[in-house]
């Protein structure tokens, strides 16, 4: 069996942690049974959705690197498809017109709520012959469900989920207006596009258990179904907005990597072992979904940073170096031409404390930084008038020296020695001079990337205040 997956956001809003989440599970299932990958755009409700929330969507997937297979299909424009299912349904008679008015169906509602009775539809045009039609009255069209027995929903991860059927009523799938509801659509959407696992949020159960009507109905195949727990917060409570959630696309903003976003997004209720660490081929080769645990997962950006931070020192310096130059146009690139070239040289040092791309481009700061530097506050309480004198009697000794690092690493120490100076003394102050900051990298590392011009230049300029 060709295996098929789906991801199907409503473009409602953005593709939050928890729907990348789903998009995730959906294409490593698919990826390792080298099976397809769908995306469906379920955009029935016109109202509420939006092309800004598509292209949300769409950013997210693609910046994740989630290759969908075959070209989006979008819900509403195979409207007409699903209301010939229903159609299809009525001549097959397992479904009927009802022309029950809305004051109809509001006093049945309330009869039930004053009765302590579940509130569902009472079956009132169910079995009632089609002579008794009411003229100039525009009917749903709703499934005839089965009123005795259980539906059971085989669940990978939730195990067998039984639904008594006298609870689940008899739906609408066609409404007045000839526009076909969401539980419809997704049935036939799923069973054309050959989706053979559905793999979404266990807040879709209950509405499992009412596709199946349709299914059954049908006569068409049941997919296997797998229902993940809902993300909570750190506090253990639904995440939301508050714990602030955001767009996935706009991690990307925030200076997270891909290839970390993914494996922590994979550990979030899925695990293998102890593996904390796990890149993408290998998510593809060992994901299943018996190892789906049952209990909603808790997000942790404290996690997501340290592991954000451990794809950044195992990336290449050029791969981050291409990443982190965008963040550093806002300066003239004309004033800085050899900026990519010291950005991959300064690399080494920056990635060893950064957890972003955003840390990153502001350790970088240094190297576009115009002369003379503005100290912040920790810099200038280092920059006293002993450490500039310090800095004005290093500055020959910099003069004379070919400009390699084991050279300008031992002028600077063969100073200190013969000043009688401990290294910090003189190492402080020259970061600051260098950088305007208290913290950098390697002192040595920076005259390297900085150049003995401007390293001079920089040092100078702290001399003469």
């Not at 990348?20 to 080298?34: D, K, Q, Y």
């Not at 293998?272 to 997962?297: C, K, M, V, Y």
């Not at 910090?424 to 600051?432: D, F, S």
Request: aromatic share 8%; with cysteine.
């Amino acid at each position: 069996m060709k295996i098929v997956t789906r991801f199907a956001p409503s473009p409602t809003g953005f593709l939050h942690i928890g729907g990348a989440r789903t998009a995730l599970f959906n294409w490593l299932f698919a990826r390792h049974h080298s099976g397809t990958f769908r995306l469906r755009i379920e955009d029935t409700d016109r109202q509420r959705s939006s092309n800004d929330a598509i292209a949300a969507i769409i950013e997210g997937l693609e910046w994740l690197g989630l290759n969908w297979d075959a070209e989006t299909v979008y819900q509403f424009a195979r409207a007409e498809r699903h209301a010939e299912v229903a159609r299809q349904l009525l001549e097959m008679g397992r479904a009927y017109h009802c022309y029950a008015s809305p004051e109809e169906l509001e006093t049945m509602r309330e009869t039930q709520r004053a009765a302590g009775t579940p509130i569902r539809y009472d079956g009132r045009w169910r079995d009632r012959p089609a002579s008794d039609h009411r003229p100039n009255v525009p009917p749903v069209i709703r499934i005839k469900a089965p009123r005795a027995g259980d539906t059971i929903i085989s669940d990978k991860v939730q195990g067998d989920v039984r639904f008594s059927n006298d609870v689940l009523d008899d739906f609408i799938l066609l409404r007045s207006d000839g526009t076909p509801t969401y539980m419809l659509s997704v049935v036939v959407d799923d069973q054309d596009m050959g989706v053979t696992h559905v793999i979404r949020g266990d807040d879709h159960l209950t509405n499992a258990a009412r596709q199946r009507q349709i299914i059954d109905a049908m006569g068409w195949p049941v997919p296997v179904y797998a229902h993940l727990p809902l993300m909570h917060g750190e506090d253990g409570q639904k995440l939301s907005k508050r714990h602030g959630a955001l767009g996935i696309h706009e991690y990307k903003s925030l200076g997270y990597l891909p290839e970390a976003m993914r494996n922590y997004l994979l550990r979030l209720g899925w695990s293998h072992g102890d593996d904390e660490t796990i890149s993408t081929p290998q998510a593809i080769e060992w994901f299943n979904l018996e190892s789906i645990g049952r209990s909603p997962s808790r997000v942790d950006f404290k996690k997501l940073g340290n592991l954000n931070g451990h794809y950044i020192r195992q990336a290449s310096d050029q791969d981050l170096a291409n990443s982190t130059l965008p963040l550093l146009k806002a300066f003239d690139p004309k004033e800085f031409p050899n900026l990519q070239v010291q950005l991959v040289a300064a690399m080494p040092g920056l990635k060893e404390r950064a957890k972003t791309l955003v840390e990153l481009a502001d350790g970088a700061q240094f190297l576009v930084a115009k002369r003379p530097l503005a100290l912040d506050d920790k810099a200038q309480k280092i920059m006293t008038a002993e450490a500039r004198t310090h800095l004005k009697n290093l500055i020959p000794a910099l003069q004379q020296v070919k400009w390699v690092p084991e050279a300008v690493e031992a002028a600077v120490r063969g100073f200190v020695d013969i000043s009688g100076l401990k290294l910090g003394v003189v190492a402080q102050p020259l970061r600051v001079a260098l950088t305007g900051r208290s913290t950098s990298p390697g002192i040595f590392e920076v005259l390297q990337v900085l150049g003995k011009e401007e390293s001079l230049a920089r040092i100078a300029d702290q001399v003469v205040i």
